[in-house]
């Protein structure tokens, strides 16, 4: 890992430039993020978010679709977006001598594109065959479930792509709307990382890109704190169930966040994790199971996502809820914890070998943090978490009654109630009533 040192540039109108040059590369990626997401949107325009990241590739003043996507292929380079809860990604990677290329497609893309009306009413059919894709997938579409289950009744907790009416509904001008209300200098944070020279990319950066006033206010969003998980079993008439049972933890800048890293990839890291030993070597209960998490401004989650034949989802969600428990009620030992750090520390190295990885981690730590923490940091802060913190991590955030259970497959609603609860909390009634 090269010591490569970050640089950041403010400018006049709030927009942010932030690059980490590597001189031992050849390409360099870019990414202009615009701190806006699914969380932001009405009821009723929910996917608008999305809907407006499609559409940007449908055209400029000065360029077709076609042209967009030529403009950088031709180059031997790749272009993509991606729309999360709270923010919107354009990205690029090219040759690094093919930076100014990169900035002016970027820039078209996110400041200029006209949105024209026949292609608003294509995309609709396009994003609404997104929609039934994920729908038609079990293994993805459980996840959107849990969202809401996790945060019922909360923004954050809808499906990031809207649903089939909201989306049928989105006309031209609410997207015209909605870039006019976010796509503002001060909610834009560009990155870059690879082939660079600070200097340059913000003279490009500089001359490209207009996005007109700062915003009026930031348009902050209540926390998703009003209402209890929810325990839910969907029916679907397919071979698996899917399961993904999680709990509410902390904002990404919680220092918490670091535990929480060991922690689930202890749990379901890999295939020497807890979980994976348990639940499918010994017992043959699954094929894919593995334990994840997030972080947002104010909240996020880790949860356990695995897939079984329905008549073993109470089996495999028993032995989850003992295998977090033990971590509750017993430290966890010298060697498993310096093997799971080694794993975590070694996969961060290694990721850091990617222009790509280096772009998105410069830019979700500007916009969660503010600033940037080094690899070289955040290696000693794993190191750092003790086995105790663990132990207090898990007391703390896997009580009974803050867990979302997602349920999808051919089971009924009293499967819940069948799950032994006490596995998880010790002292507390074995099962706890469906919510």
Known sequence: MAADKVYKTVLPNGLRVISEPMPDRDSVTLGVWVEVGSRYEPDAVAGVSHFLEHMVFKGTPTRSAKQIALAIERLGGSLNAFTAREHTCFHVRVPGHDLPMAVDILADLSTRATLPGAEVVKERKVISEEIKDVHDTPHEHVHDLFAGQMWPGHPIGRPIAGTLATVGATTRAALQSHRRAYYRPDRVVVA???????????????????????????????????????????????????????????????????????????????????LFQTVREKRGLVYTIYAFHDAYQDTGFLAVYFACDPSQVVQATDLVLAEVGRLARTQVGTVEMADVKSQLTGSLLLGLESTSSRMHRLARHELYLGDYISPKETMKSINRVSASDLTSLAREAFTTDRVALTILGPVTDTTIGEIDWGRLSPGRAKKTPQQ
Not at 200 to 208: A, G, N
Not at 216 to 240: E, K, Y
């Open 192 to 274: 870059a990382s690879g082939a660079l020279q600070h200097k340059r990319l913000v003279d490009l950066v500089r001359r490209q890109f207009r996005f007109g006033a700062k915003s009026a206010s930031r348009m902050a969003q209540s926390p998703p704190n009003g209402l209890p998980p929810i325990r839910r079993v969907t029916g679907r008439d397919i071979n698996q169930t899917h399961v993904v049972i999680g709990v509410p933890t902390w904002a990404f800048a919680d220092k918490r966040r670091y535990a929480l890293l060991v922690a689930s990839s202890l749990l379901g890291g890999g295939m020497s994790s807890r």
